[in-house]
C-alpha cells in the first residue's frame, strides 16, 4: 500500500510539467497571443491552469478572457507607433475606444479629442468621449457630445446614448429633462438599466408610486432578461423594497 501511495505521490508531480506541455502546443497551434507562453512557462500549474479556464471555460462561466487584455494593449501600442507618422480621426478613435475598454479615462478622452479634432460629427467619437466624461464625474461637460449623438441618431447605439445622456442630465440636477430622455428609450427597447434610472429620476420627483410599480413590473418580468441584464433586475428588487 506505501508503494502505491509513493507511486501515485511520484505521478503528480508530473502533472504540472503535463498541463504545461498541452498547453504549450495548444497555444502554437492555436495562434494563441505569444504572451501565453511566458505565463505558463514562468508559472508551472497556475499558468496551465489559467490558460485552460480562459480559453475553454470562461464563456460558459461568463468571465472575460484575458487574451483579450493582452490582444487590447498590443493593438495601443501598435497604434501609438504609427500616430507617430500617421494623423487621422479613425487612428485616434480607434486608440480612443481602447483606452475606454480598459477604463483608462484620462487617455481615451485625449484621443476622442484628437479624433473630434479631425471629425466633429464622428458620432462613435462623440459617445464615448461622453461616456468618459461620465466616468470622470463631469456630467455637465459630458451632456454637450451625448446631446449631440442623440439629436443626430436618436437610437445611437440602440439607444445605450440616450440613456447615457439622461445619466448625464440627472448628474447636473436635470431630473425632468433625464427622465424624458429614459422614457424615449423605454418607447423602443425595454431595457432593466433604463426602467431602474427612470425610477430613481421618479422618486426624486415625488413619483414614488409609479416609481414602485414600474419597479415591481420589471421584477415580474425577470425571466425575459439574460444575464447582463441582471444586475439591474437585483437592484429593481432592492429599490422595490425601500
Not at 493593438?75 to 485616434?92: F, H, I, M, N, P
Request: aromatic letters at 8%.
Amino acid at each position: 500500500m506505501d508503494a502505491l501511495f509513493s507511486l501515485a505521490f511520484r505521478a503528480l508531480n508530473f502533472v504540472p510539467l503535463v498541463l504545461s506541455v498541452v498547453c504549450l502546443i495548444d497555444i502554437l497551434r492555436s495562434d494563441r497571443p505569444r504572451e501565453w507562453l511566458f505565463i505558463v512557462l514562468l508559472l508551472p500549474l497556475i499558468g496551465p491552469i489559467v490558460y485552460l479556464i480562459n480559453f475553454y471555460m470562461a464563456d460558459r462561466l461568463g468571465w472575460r478572457g484575458m487574451d483579450v487584455s493582452i490582444k487590447r494593449a498590443r493593438r495601443l501600442k501598435e497604434l501609438k507607433r504609427l500616430s507617430l507618422v500617421q494623423d487621422t480621426a479613425g487612428l485616434w478613435l480607434e486608440m480612443g475606444e481602447l483606452h475606454f475598454q480598459r477604463k483608462q479615462w484620462d487617455e481615451a478622452l485625449e484621443a476622442l479629442r484628437h479624433a473630434i479634432d479631425h471629425d466633429p460629427e464622428l458620432l462613435k467619437a462623440q459617445y464615448y468621449a461622453g461616456r468618459a466624461l461620465l466616468e470622470t464625474n463631469r456630467p455637465r461637460q459630458a451632456i454637450v457630445p451625448l446631446d449631440y449623438v442623440v439629436q443626430q441618431q436618436g437610437d445611437y447605439a440602440f439607444g445605450e446614448a440616450r440613456i447615457a445622456l439622461a445619466r448625464a442630465l440627472e448628474g447636473d440636477g436635470q431630473d425632468a429633462e433625464a427622465l424624458a430622455q429614459l422614457d424615449e428609450v423605454l418607447k423602443v427597447n425595454n431595457y432593466p438599466e433604463a426602467v431602474v434610472r427612470r425610477a430613481w429620476v421618479l422618486k426624486k420627483l415625488g413619483r414614488s408610486d409609479e416609481a414602485k410599480g414600474s419597479l415591481e413590473k420589471l421584477v415580474r418580468e425577470e425571466a425575459l432578461f439574460g444575464r447582463k441584464d441582471r444586475r439591474w433586475v437585483k437592484a429593481a428588487r432592492k429599490a422595490a423594497k425601500a
